[in-house]
Every structure is written in C-alpha cells, then in structure tokens.
C-alpha cells in the first residue's frame, strides 16, 4: 500500500549527442533501419535515433545500465520505455538478421527482459533482486522476466484481456491517459488522476479519421475533457484486495435497463466488489438502476435471509450509503449462465459505483466524518477532528462492542501530525483522530496546495485511504 520508485528510462532511443555514440561504433552502426536504405531520420524524433531491439549488443548493453542504475541509486524498480513496444522491421546490414522481422514482436523483446532480469538480480546492493521490471507493452512470453507493464491504450468496453490472462501481471495506468472508470473496471494501478475518463489517446486517429497504426482512438460520442473529479485514488485502496490481483468473474454483471452501464464482479477472501460504471462517463437519468449478476450462486450461500445490506459508494462524495440485494429473481434473460442471478437495486447517483458485497467474515469498512478530510493550513495554524465509525453489519457478531474489540488499526500520515498512531475503538465501534501539518510545515518547507496520504490499516479492517490537501 505504499509507494514505491521506479526510474524510467528507455530501451530504444538515445539521442545523437551521447558519448554512447563514436567515431568506430557511430550511431547508423546500433539503429534500427526501416528498410535498405538505411535508419529514418533523427532529426525527426528530437535528434534521437531509434536503436534496434533485436541487435545483441544493445540487448546486453540495456541489461547493464539497467542493473546500474538499481546498483547505483537503490531505486525500487527500472521501467523500459519501449520494451513490448518496438514494431517496426529492422534491415541494417550490421546486424546480420535472419528476417527484417527479427526485430518485430516479442522475441527481441524477450531476449532483453531476460538479460536485465539476469543482470538486476545480480546486484548484490540496492534493492537488488527485489527490484521491479516493468514494460511498456505487456506480452506472456516477457512476463517471466517482468512484474508490471503501462497501460497506455484504450481497452474498449471489455476488460483488458491481459489481465484476464495473466492476473498476477500488474498494470500501472499512464496518468493522465485513463480515467478512473477505465482505471477501476479493468483493475489497473491508478495514475495521477482522479478524472473520471481518459484524456489522452497516444498515436490515436481522431474520431471519425483514419485508423491510425491501428491504435484505439476515442469513440465519437466520448467526452474529451476527463469529466467530473472523482475520489477513486482513495477509494481504491479500500478494495485494492480484490482489484490488484485481477480476479474478475467470468460473466460481467448488466444493466438489462440501461446499455451504457459496463460492470465488473470482483472477488476477494472475504467479499465481492461490483464495480458499475457508465461508460463514458455520463450520469443516469433514472434515480436507480438494476444491476444483473449472473451465476451469482456464490453471494446467495453467503446470505442468511432474501435480503441483505450491502454498502455502496458514490465516488463522486465517497460516502456511504445502504441498498438491499433483493432475492433470486430466476433465470437471468440471456439464459445461457448456470446458477442463479443476483439482482442489486443501486441508486447509481454520478454514474459510477463501488459496491461491497460482504461475505459474513468480512472485516469492517471503516466510516470517516466528515468523509472527505477537510483542508489543512500548510502553515501549521491549524487542525481539523474526523470520527471514524467501524461498520460490520454483516459479521456474524453484530453488536459494535464485539466489532470493535476484533479490530486494530494503525494510523500513518508522512509529514502530518496525529494524535495517535493506533486507534483504539470503544463501544459504540467509534474513535476519533486530530490532524495537523507537521514540522514541515514549521520549517516553511510545504508548498501550497500540498497532498499528505493518510492511511489506516490493521486487523479485521478494510484499509482505508485520503490524500489530505494543505493550502
Ligand atoms: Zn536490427
């Protein structure tokens, strides 16, 4: 749940002006060559030339700096920029390829992630073997070698298919590109935004132009401007259980009422999220919508009565609400998914929807008031109270006196000033916490707007995230 570096370099480009270069080794010697005729222009791509993915000397040379860097700086983890990216043939002599194709696709990119793999755990210091490689494009064959890849390109409606494939293979979103509609229904690590919808669409083709290298461009009735703030960069942490690993049910959940809505069922040890969102964004006009679970067998077993309370979040306040998940109410319509349907009733407000699905043994959501942490003064002069209230309606002991003595939570904030680092429940399940800015703030030091995470974590308690604004 914290945060973790990684440096970001490339795998292809180096600029003309690099001692890499010389006078026996010149840079048309490493360049990837489009055709005979020799490499594309450099001056074309900020006096860079393009290196070629499948020349060996270049392969090793990537592992070497790669290692370097963790060995030199201790960093948590080297991104390549390029690696799973390069699609273009290779026709320079010097390399002597078998085919133009060599270069293409994922054996050369595969020879690399191998040999840096290779070479980062070999350093003995820094972080070593635990360090992180991530790739641009994510590819089986290269995962061995990788942990994590960006995820720059519009999936469509449907989920991302790598992470269906390969759940355990991580996917970072390149802020500000997705949303977090994209962002959370495809169960990618958030970037910097919190804007409802993708922003950029790189080498994309224009609504309505020519498809451009065959890259995703936005649909015609798709808003460019992000949309609406949300505070799914928060939120997420509380479910990050069941979306980092990618588990989603095989049958997405529908909104038989309503084709704009695309949704997600989450699983997790001790509860279901269903994820519903609009899907470019817009808000319903119906006060609440159904959503349709098939083969929901599942959260039935889990049920003691036709009813249950579950809790949902509208992102756009983050505040907590109740709905009742009614009964079975037969077949679903489509008819070709075994088991029972769940239906939930959902007062969708903005349009986009977490909604936990507790198993009886569920750990308890933790309730802040006010729910949004209010601002801080980044000079110090001040500090503002929040209660938190646990909620576990659905574990099996249900008085607050029980719910509360299973539960530790742990309270950190870098740079703020807490009353307590641990938060001791009593018996209405309820306990307070004071915030301030904290030597920084003294030493003049924070700059304003500034954002603190504060995150509280512990046994029996789902974790809970806000960025805490100081201005
Ligand atoms: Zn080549």
């Not at 980062?120 to 942990?147: C, I, K, N, R, W």
């Not at 309730?367 to 001040?382: R, S």
């Not at 742990?410 to 641990?422: I, Y």
Request: net charge neutral; proline share 9%.
């Amino acid at each position: 749940m914290g945060r973790r570096v990684q440096l970001y370099v490339s795998a292809d480009i180096v600029h003309l002006g690099s001692a890499y270069f010389n006078a026996s080794w010149p840079w048309e010697r490493w360049a990837a060559w489009p055709g005979p005729a020799g490499p594309s222009d450099p001056a074309k791509n900020h006096d860079a030339a393009t290196l070629c993915h499948g020349y060996a000397p270049w392969q090793l040379n990537v592992a070497r700096f790669t290692a370097r860097i963790v060995e030199l700086t201790g960093v948590d983890g080297v991104r390549l920029d390029g690696l799973g990216g390069l699609a273009a043939p290779c026709s320079n002599p010097a390399h002597a390829h078998a085919s133009a194709f060599e270069n293409q696709g994922s054996g050369a990119n595969e020879r690399i992630a191998r040999l840096t793999r290779r070479a980062m755990d070999a350093v003995a210091s820094g972080a070593g073997a635990g360090a992180v490689l991530s790739s641009e494009g994510y590819s089986d064959t290269f995962h061995p070698h990788t942990q994590m890849s960006l995820a720059m390109f519009y999936p469509g409606r449907g989920v991302d298919a790598m992470r269906v494939a390969l759940p355990e293979y991580r996917a970072a979103a390149y802020g500000p590109d997705a949303g977090a509609i994209e962002t959370a229904l495809n169960g990618w690590m958030g970037g910097d935004s919190a804007h409802a919808l993708r922003r950029t669409w790189p080498y994309a083709a224009a609504c309505g132009e020519p498809p451009l290298s065959g890259f995703p461009g936005p649909p015609c009735n798709y808003p460019l401007d992000g949309g609406r703030a949300t505070r799914w960069p928060e939120l997420r942490a509380t479910f990050a259980a069941a979306i980092l690993p990618g588990a989603v049910a095989d049958a997405d959940p529908v909104a038989p009422a309503d084709p704009e809505f695309e949704c997600r069922l989450y699983t997790a040890p001790g509860y279901w999220l269903l994820l519903a969102a609009r899907w470019n964004g817009s808000a319903p006009t119906a006060a609440a919508t159904e959503i349709v679970i098939p083969a929901a067998a599942g959260l039935f077993a889990a049920a003691a009565g036709p009813t249950v309370e579950v809790s949902a979040y509208t992102l756009g306040t983050s505040t907590a609400a109740r709905v009742r998940r009614a009964a079975p109410a037969g077949r679903p319509p489509w008819g070709a998914h075994r088991g029972p349907a769940a239906s939930v009733s959902l007062t969708v407000g903005l349009g986009f929807s977490a909604v936990l699905l507790p198993k009886p043994g569920c750990a308890a959501l933790l309730l802040l008031t006010p729910a949004v942490v209010p601002p801080l003064d980044a000079q110090g002069g001040n500090s503002t109270t929040i209660t938190l209230r646990l909620h576990a309606p659905w574990q099996p002991q249900q008085h607050t006196r029980g719910v509360a003595s299973r539960v530790t939570a742990s309270v950190t904030a870098p740079g703020l000033r807490l009353s307590t680092p641990t938060l001791v429940f009593d018996d209405n399940a309820t306990a307070t916490l004071t915030l301030a800015v904290g030597k920084a703030a003294a030493a003049g030091i924070v700059s304003s707007p500034a954002y603190f995470m504060l995150t509280i974590e512990g046994a029996g308690l789902l974790p809970t995230r806000r960025w805490v604004q100081a201005v």
